[in-house]
């Protein structure tokens, strides 16, 4: 089992900048990649972007490839994933969820909600225009 709580999240005004953190709970080497997700009010969770551990592969949305920048830190055996997001647009308003798959589970596409397995609680952002 693995806990994961997320912080960073604010209020900005279009064209600001927020950086998001998810901390987990414990280390595991199996843990081939990590997520990062968002819901708006009254709309289904979306994927954002998501990164191989191993690796260090990023991959983006269309809708916010070149101004968030998904990375990781697994130093000293913690496990922390982090959303830098620049150029803020309100339509990136919504709570914003990170989450990790199983250990030893892998998928070659991970962008949908049945690729993981847990889920942090949510930090909430907000981009007034």
């Known amino acids: 089992q693995v806990q994961l709580v997320e912080s960073g999240g604010s209020s900005v005004q279009a064209g600001g900048s927020l950086r998001l953190s998810c901390a987990a709970s414990?280390?595991?080497?199996?843990?081939?990649?990590m997520g990062w997700f968002r819901q708006a009010p009254g709309k289904e969770r979306e994927w954002v972007a998501h990164?191989?551990?191993?690796?260090?592969?990023?991959?983006?949305a269309d809708s916010v490839k070149g101004r968030f920048t998904i990375s990781q830190d697994n130093a000293e055996n913690t496990l922390t994933l982090y959303l830098q997001m620049n150029s803020l647009k309100p339509e990136d308003t919504g709570m914003y969820y990170c989450?990790?798959?199983?250990?030893?589970?892998?998928?070659?596409?991970?962008?949908?909600?049945?690729?993981?397995?847990?889920w942090g609680q949510g930090t909430q952002v907000t981009v007034s225009s």
């Open positions: 414990k280390y595991t080497y199996d843990i081939f990649y």
């Open positions: 990164i191989y551990t191993n690796a260090g592969g990023a991959y983006y």
């Open positions: 989450a990790v798959p199983a250990s030893g589970r892998w998928t070659s596409r991970p962008v949908t909600s049945y690729d993981y397995n847990y």
